[in-house]
């Protein structure tokens, strides 16, 4: 079984910058099968949307153009973190980590991931 913590979150302005957590249990990391860590974030009636991924090999994926949001793992602390600058109020959300035990060719797809941190609320806002 794998455990998702997550911690970070809060209100900033725009354009102001904000760093989220999420601790990783080790069993995740001793799958035989690699991994695959994202950042999703989701706001009231619609679906989860995929904003970041990294996976064992230490590729990343992103749909971030602007490149505003940076996702990271720092592997010996088991820690994945999703560093977010020049913030705007549509990106007021509640934001996930998420855990899958294989590679990230289908990253964006919600449902294939079977391991969800508690979420934690993210608001822009002057």
């Known amino acids: 079984q794998v455990h998702l913590e997550q911690s970070g979150g809060g209100s900033v302005p725009p354009g102001g910058s904000l760093r989220l957590a999420c601790e990783v249990s080790?069993?995740?990391?001793?799958?035989?099968?690699?991994?695959?860590l994202a950042w999703f974030r989701q706001t009231p009636g619609k679906k989860r949307e995929g904003l970041a991924a990294?996976?064992?090999?230490?590729?990343t994926s992103s749909d971030d153009s602007q490149g505003r949001f940076t996702i990271s793992l720092e592997k010996t602390k088991r820690i994945l973190f999703l560093q977010m600058n020049s913030l705007k109020p549509e990106d007021t959300a509640m934001y996930y980590c998420a855990a899958d035990h294989w590679d990230c060719q289908v990253w964006r797809e919600s449902e294939e991931y079977p391991y969800w941190g508690q979420g934690a609320e993210v608001t822009v806002s002057s």
């Open positions: 080790e069993s995740l990391f001793k799958s035989e099968h690699g991994y695959c």
């Open positions: 990294i996976e064992s090999n230490g590729s």
